[in-house]
């Protein structure tokens, strides 16, 4: 799997010929996609040939979707026009980690069927349910290390169990802009590399599930926990997953 991993970084990967900022740069590019040399390397690693290609057209997606663009491709002489849903993740720093997603418990509880035990463990975990245990670091929520080992037990268990469709759920998701490919930039090596979201789930689902020192969970390469900030508005009670997006790129290309 991590040799396969390797030849598509290999392949889907490239130094940009001009930086883009944001998804609109992309959506740009690829309607530019006769002139632009990025744009025709991705539709190339889509598995596009370019002497095929008739017209392209991008649009970027809003709402809460994995898909940031969506680029339709229609080849010369079909009828049939394809459409490819991308995710876009730009990384400033490639130390740093991305929200991929973030909800109410309650939310999760609806998309995973998860049992009562855990969402109540969940929401102590978030402070969305105050904790009534004294002496915690932080009185406003519990770490999961500071919880009864029979829960800690449950909740790593649980998310062992579920672990691909949930990380499914949070990196493709599951309605019709569901992501397809994911396109990683890293602005400070003006590096791209566009990869099937197949490949990114099983590289960030790759590894146990864990409650780690810290005291949130870790599932595979993706972290969970408290969303936190947000001027101790409500929202900060939210529960979200977090990745590292150049771990891919890096990791395997560098053995």
Not at 180 to 199: D, F, G, R, S
Request: hydrophobic residues 40%.
């Amino acid at each position: 799997m991590e040799n396969n991993i390797k030849n598509l970084v290999k392949r889907g990967s490239a130094i940009a010929k001009n930086g883009f900022r944001n998804e609109d740069d992309v959506v740009n590019k690829f309607n530019n996609w006769k002139t632009d040399e990025d744009a025709k390397k991705w539709l190339e690693t889509m598995g596009y040939k370019m002497d095929e290609v008739e017209r392209v057209e991008a649009v970027k997606i809003t709402g809460s979707h994995k898909a940031d663009v969506q680029v339709k491709i229609k080849i010369y002489l079909k009828n049939v026009i394809a459409a490819e849903n991308i995710s876009i993740k730009l990384v400033s720093n490639p130390s740093g980690f991305n929200q991929i997603d973030k909800r109410w418990v309650d939310k999760y509880v609806e998309l995973w069927s998860i049992p009562k035990d855990i969402t109540k463990a969940l929401k102590l975990f978030t402070g969305e349910t105050k904790p009534k245990k004294k002496g915690l670091k932080d009185s406003r929520r519990m770490f999961m290390s500071e919880m009864d080992k029979k829960i800690q037990k449950k909740i790593v268990d649980f998310f062992e169990s579920n672990k691909f469709l949930i990380i499914a759920d949070i990196l493709k998701g599951r309605d019709k802009l569901a992501a397809a490919w994911m396109l990683i930039y890293i602005k400070p090596e003006n590096l791209w590399t566009l990869l099937p979201i197949a490949v990114v789930i099983n590289f960030y689902g790759n590894g146990k599930v864990r409650i780690t020192r810290e005291g949130s969970l870790k599932i595979g390469r993706i972290t969970m926990q408290r969303k936190g900030g947000d001027g101790g508005r409500p929202t900060a009670q939210m529960l979200q997953f977090k990745i590292n997006p150049a771990e891919i790129v890096k990791q395997i290309k560098n053995g």
